[in-house]
């Protein structure tokens, strides 16, 4: 079990769906992350929230929408995902950190959702 | 994109010592080298942090030269359920993201 906990487990859906997928954590952390895997890759960054507000976006495609409703929610809205999207996605969290010390702390992972897109 | 740089796998035997080096020569100066890892169908899960010469804890040691350009990820005696990817992070240049920012991690396999 995680601390970060994350929903659904498992999703499949069509190009033409519109899903969310779910973060929640209770560790008082104020920084929260979205990374996307693929099989036998490192996870990447695509979104950063810090303090409830979007810090990073690594140049994710429209269809990617992420929300963060509160310092616990994290949410990722999906619309018109291609098959190539259809991946591991990970939520994180961490205390932010200030100044040169951003984003140093250890990020605390949730164990995903694995997305397919049909 | 800079990355770190670790070894693609490695393969040990039960009650061996695993080392894992990883580089990161143009390292930011105030950021640490922290160090996971993950199972399949896991999320990464983090090991230890560090920011210069050693530091230990209950499963594994980091060694960090003077220089900080490279660090040497320690596992004492693994047990094959240490079978897994651990994946060094250290920012490289001075963007924020690139600390964010998985190498693409080492594969290690345990045997019998």
């Known amino acids: 079990d995680t601390e970060v906990t994350q929903t659904p487990k498992h999703l499949v859906m069509g190009m033409t769906n519109k899903k969310s997928l779910k973060c929640e954590q209770h560790?008082?952390?104020?920084?929260m992350y979205w990374y996307k895997q693929k099989a036998k890759k490192p996870p990447e960054l695509m979104f950063v929230y810090s303090y409830e507000k979007l810090s990073i976006n690594e140049s994710v495609p429209s269809r990617f929408s992420p929300e963060c409703p509160n310092s616990s929610l994290l949410n990722l809205h999906l619309h018109a995902l291609q098959p190539e999207d259809s991946a591991l996605y990970l939520c994180a969290s961490s205390p932010p950190g200030t100044g040169p010390s951003s984003y140093n702390s250890p990020l605390h992972f949730g164990n995903g959702t694995r997305l397919t897109v049909t | 994109l800079a990355k770190t740089t670790q070894p693609i796998s490695m393969d040990s035997y039960e009650g061996q010592e695993v080392n894992i080096t990883c580089s990161h020569n143009?390292?930011?100066?105030?950021?640490?080298i922290t160090w996971y890892q993950q199972f399949p169908s896991q999320g990464p899960r983090f090991i230890i942090q560090?920011?210069?010469t050693k530091v230990t804890n209950e499963v594994a040691s980091l060694f960090i030269p003077a220089d900080r350009k490279s660090s040497t990820l320690s596992l004492p005696r693994v047990s094959l359920s240490d079978t897994a990817v651990y994946y060094c992070?250290?920012?490289?240049?001075?963007?924020?993201?690139?600390?964010?920012?998985f190498g693409g991690g080492t594969r290690v396999l345990v045997k019998p």
């Open positions: 143009n390292i930011a100066t105030n950021d640490y």
């Open positions: 992070l250290a920012t490289v240049d001075k963007a924020a993201g690139n600390k964010l920012t």
């Open positions: 560790m008082g952390h104020r920084a």
């Open positions: 560090g920011y210069k």
